[in-house]
């Protein structure tokens, strides 16, 4: 099962302070020992949000966007961990190791198919599977 370990934002990231050579070392060995464990599927940091925007929705086919920077820091997303391991107590095992000296991750269970139930029908799981084929091959997955 995957998961995804999200880390939380703070007023340094968010004021788009990078991270210190000694940091991204720390970093480094660590997604290398996530890597060599084969837990690892995909991670990586978010610049902060001024670079982002959010797009609204307010009805059906009716949208707004928003340009960043966001006001509230505690409710914004600096990087993630995909991993893929046997449980969530794994997870959370692997994101005790994280470098941080401080800070915030959350750990959220990604949704299989199992999870939607009845309304994921055969043929919604065909078209899930020719999708997931046709992004595999436009990115060398």
Same mark, same amino acid.
């Given at each position: 099962?995957?998961?995804? $370990?999200? $880390?939380?934002?703070?007023?340094?990231?968010?004021?788009?302070?990078?991270?210190?050579?000694?940091?991204?070392?720390?970093?480094?060995?660590? @997604?290398?020992?996530?890597?060599?464990?084969?837990?690892?599927?995909?991670?990586?940091?978010?610049?902060?949000?001024? +670079?982002?925007?959010?797009?609204?929705? &307010?009805?059906?086919? *009716?949208? &707004?966007?928003?340009?960043?920077? +966001?006001?509230? &820091?505690?409710?914004?997303?600096?990087?993630?961990?995909?991993?893929? $391991?046997?449980?969530?107590? *794994?997870?959370?095992?692997?994101?005790?190791?994280?470098? +941080?000296?401080?800070?915030?991750?959350?750990?959220?269970?990604?949704?299989? *198919?199992?999870?939607?139930?009845? @309304?994921?029908?055969?043929?919604?799981?065909?078209? *899930?599977?020719?999708?997931?084929?046709?992004?595999?091959?436009?990115?060398?997955?």
């Amino acid at each position: 099962m995957k998961y995804m $370990v999200i $880390v939380k934002a703070n007023d340094e990231s968010e004021a788009g302070v990078m991270p210190t050579e000694q940091e991204l070392a720390e970093m480094t060995a660590y @997604n290398e020992e996530l890597a060599a464990a084969g837990v690892m599927v995909d991670g990586n940091g978010l610049l902060d949000s001024r +670079f982002g925007a959010r797009v609204k929705f &307010t009805g059906r086919g *009716e949208t &707004t966007v928003v340009d960043g920077p +966001f006001t509230e &820091t505690k409710e914004l997303v600096a990087g993630y961990w995909i991993l893929e $391991v046997a449980s969530r107590d *794994e997870a959370i095992g692997w994101a005790r190791r994280i470098p +941080f000296q401080s800070g915030e991750v959350e750990i959220r269970k990604v949704a299989e *198919e199992a999870d939607f139930g009845e @309304n994921f029908t055969p043929e919604l799981r065909e078209a *899930e599977r020719r999708m997931r084929e046709q992004i595999a091959e436009q990115h060398g997955g």
